[in-house]
């Protein structure tokens, strides 16, 4: 996520001759709280080079000390500080990995969904800001038709390969700062499948609004003993190389079944190689049972650093 500062400059003219000499604006409007210099112009200060993108910049786990049997619904509340524009690629998902009967899925806000937008299209469109709900096949080889995806009015989807055999709803709607409720409960069954729908509650107006929903192989869940959740800075054909906001994104204390599952410990790791691997701009602290990913400036991060543990205080 990248913020440039600008220096606004006035030119002035002078009389008798001399030079003219650039002054600060007086009455300059301050840059946007999110913005700070680009990814490459930090990389240049530091002397480091940039991985390629996506960037997990922070990736938080909550490992449980069991399973939850006969999952019905996964629920997560999250705060972002600031408005983040569309001109950033910034993913924050309150459902970063998740597994219900050995199935794979993820979700959250992109600050730009694209896809698909329709099940006969096959041309990507990318109409900025929204949520996104995916699913991967079992094997993550075995493709996944869209009769596995329900998509509701001006929502998107997609079904293809390049991550792994995934299925998936994106929904196309504005947000920026505040709380809200990401969620995925369970639906009606269809012969020996089910259907998972997903809504995010806007927490300051009261608003539920429905994303969409996928189709899962069986009928009785079992969600597994942990939980994931990060902020990444993703590449998309719109945008390639998106910079890096400065921003802190709260994650509370994911409920399962309406419940805190019983905790054994809570992780931060910061991948710096690999396929999300990212230069060190995040840091995650504790506060009380929520974990704040705090992302500004890069940094040297000693390698010894990259994961820590996180003492939540119930």
Same mark, same amino acid.
């Given at each position: 996520?990248?913020?440039?500062?600008?220096?606004?400059?006035?030119?002035?003219?002078?009389?008798?001759?001399?030079?003219?000499?650039?002054?600060?604006?007086?009455?300059?409007?301050?840059?946007?709280?999110?913005?700070?210099?680009?990814?490459?112009?930090?990389?240049?200060?530091?002397? +480091?080079?940039?991985?390629?993108?996506?960037?997990?910049?922070?990736?938080?786990?909550?490992?449980?000390?069991?399973?939850?049997?006969?999952?019905?619904?996964?629920?997560?509340?999250?705060?972002?500080?600031?408005?983040?524009?569309?001109?950033?690629?910034?993913?924050?998902?309150?459902?970063?990995?998740?597994?219900?009967?050995? !199935?794979?899925?993820?979700?959250?806000?992109?600050?730009?969904?694209?896809?698909?937008?329709?099940?006969?299209?096959?041309?990507?469109?990318?109409?900025?800001?929204?949520? !996104?709900?995916?699913?991967?096949?079992?094997?993550?080889?075995?493709?996944?038709?869209?009769?596995?995806?329900?998509?509701?009015?001006?929502?998107?989807?997609?079904?293809?390969?390049?991550?792994?055999?995934?299925?998936?709803?994106?929904?196309?709607?504005?947000?920026?700062?505040?709380?809200?409720?990401?969620? !995925?409960?369970?639906?009606?069954?269809?012969?020996?499948?089910?259907?998972?729908?997903?809504?995010?509650?806007?927490?300051?107006?009261?608003?539920? +609004?429905?994303?969409?929903?996928?189709?899962?192989?069986?009928?009785?869940?079992?969600?597994?003993?942990?939980?994931?959740?990060?902020?990444?800075?993703?590449?998309?054909?719109? +945008?390639?190389?998106?910079?890096?906001?400065?921003?802190?994104?709260?994650?509370?204390?994911?409920?399962?079944?309406?419940?805190?599952?019983?905790?054994?410990?809570?992780?931060?790791?910061?991948?710096?190689?690999?396929?999300?691997?990212?230069?060190?701009?995040?840091?995650?602290?504790?506060?009380?049972?929520?974990?704040?990913?705090? +992302?500004?400036?890069?940094?040297?991060?000693?390698?010894?650093?990259?994961?820590?543990?996180?003492?939540?205080?119930?």
């Amino acid at each position: 996520m990248k913020h440039f500062l600008f220096l606004s400059l006035s030119f002035a003219s002078v009389s008798c001759g001399e030079s003219e000499k650039p002054s600060p604006q007086k009455n300059a409007a301050p840059p946007p709280p999110h913005q700070q210099l680009s990814p490459e112009e930090m990389a240049a200060e530091l002397g +480091i080079r940039l991985p390629p993108r996506p960037w997990h910049m922070a990736n938080i786990w909550w490992n449980f000390q069991r399973p939850t049997r006969n999952f019905e619904k996964l629920e997560v509340e999250f705060t972002i500080d600031q408005d983040i524009p569309d001109s950033y690629n910034l993913y924050v998902a309150p459902v970063g990995v998740a597994q219900i009967n050995g !199935i794979d899925f993820y979700g959250g806000l992109q600050t730009n969904v694209n896809g698909w937008a329709s099940k006969t299209s096959r041309r990507r469109v990318h109409p900025g800001m929204g949520a !996104i709900f995916s699913r991967w096949s079992r094997d993550k080889k075995s493709r996944l038709s869209l009769d596995h995806v329900r998509t509701v009015k001006g929502g998107l989807c997609e079904s293809a390969a390049y991550e792994g055999s995934f299925c998936s709803v994106r929904l196309p709607f504005k947000w920026g700062k505040g709380s809200y409720v990401y969620s !995925i409960e369970k639906g009606k069954k269809e012969g020996d499948k089910t259907w998972f729908d997903c809504r995010v509650l806007v927490k300051e107006t009261g608003k539920s +609004i429905d994303v969409g929903g996928l189709l899962f192989e069986g009928t009785n869940f079992t969600f597994w003993d942990r939980h994931a959740t990060f902020v990444e800075i993703y590449s998309t054909s719109k +945008i390639p190389r998106s910079g890096i906001p400065k921003a802190n994104v709260t994650f509370g204390y994911p409920l399962v079944n309406g419940a805190k599952p019983a905790l054994l410990d809570c992780r931060a790791y910061h991948p710096a190689k690999g396929g999300a691997g990212s230069p060190a701009c995040a840091k995650a602290r504790v506060e009380g049972e929520k974990v704040v990913v705090e +992302i500004g400036p890069l940094f040297r991060r000693p390698e010894n650093k990259s994961s820590y543990l996180l003492k939540l205080e119930p």
